[in-house]
């Protein structure tokens, strides 16, 4: 199972329009307008479908959104024919950003944890923060996976159609495997597991921390500026 096929499944990654979609949006807007209060440029990094991209637009910054994914550029451009958009979705690796030095005010970097195994996660960080501008701003969402384990091993029901059928964590607890159930299918997908502490030790390297708010029991919007 690739994560295209695992994005598809989920309209709360794929579908701009679908409710579970809107609802994030909706969930993360007050918070990140606390921290974005001037207008300015931003990259919408790991930008999936590009409801984010659309919301910033929206509001009156200048965005671009980048992803590793032909699926989910293609998911993006699509949407934003449809809208109108003006936002440029190019494809760009986290770890290698096709940007000049301080060419950012803003980086968003929303629910992508889990695709980064610890070496590529801190070469992330290193060219977020060297594309941020001084006292540019990064924007990271993210789960506390380490901490959500113990809940997801007890299973829960995670969307309308699916359900967690099994969660196989590896020895050292660095991935986990987790088997999604529907009426229909199974899938299984690999996570890299990251506990807001290891999130938070990697971040120093790189960056201040600013501000942070809590979005649910396991899920923080935390705001960095870069150390330069
Ligand atoms: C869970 S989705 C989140 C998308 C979007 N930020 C949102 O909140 O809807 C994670 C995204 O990160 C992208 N991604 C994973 N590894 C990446 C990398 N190395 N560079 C750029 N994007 C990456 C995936 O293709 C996927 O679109």
């Not at 001037?38 to 919408?44: A, F, I, P, S, T």
């Not at 290193?126 to 789960?143: D, M, N, S, Y």
């Not at 660095?174 to 938070?200: C, D, M, P």
Request: overall charge negative.
């Amino acid at each position: 199972m690739t994560f295209e096929e695992y994005y598809s499944a989920f309209k709360t990654y794929s579908d701009v329009h679908s409710e579970e979609y809107r609802r994030r949006i909706e969930n993360l807007e007050p918070l990140l307008m606390k921290f974005m209060t001037k207008k300015g440029r931003v990259l919408d990094l790991g930008c999936g479908a590009g409801g984010f991209s659309f919301l910033l637009e929206d509001l009156g910054f200048t965005v671009i959104g980048a992803d590793n994914s032909d699926y989910m550029l293609s998911l993006a451009r699509g949407f934003a024919k449809e809208k109108g958009s003006k936002v440029e979705f190019i494809k760009a690796d986290a770890k290698e950003l096709p940007f000049e030095d301080d060419s950012f005010d803003y980086v968003l970097f929303i629910d992508n944890l889990v695709h980064f195994e610890p070496l590529d996660l801190g070469k992330a960080f290193r060219e977020i923060a060297r594309v941020l501008k001084p006292g540019g701003r990064l924007l990271l969402q993210f789960t506390d996976l380490r901490a959500l384990l113990p809940v997801l091993m007890n299973g829960q029901v995670v969307g309308a159609e699916y359900w967690i059928s099994k969660v196989l964590p590896d020895r050292e607890e660095k991935t986990v495997l987790i088997e999604f159930q529907s009426e229909e299918k199974s899938f299984r997908v690999r996570f890299n597991v990251w506990g807001k502490t290891a999130v938070e030790l990697l971040t120093k390297l790189y960056f201040r921390k600013i501000g942070e708010e809590q979005i649910n029991e396991h899920t923080y919007l935390q705001v960095y500026e870069p150390k330069k």
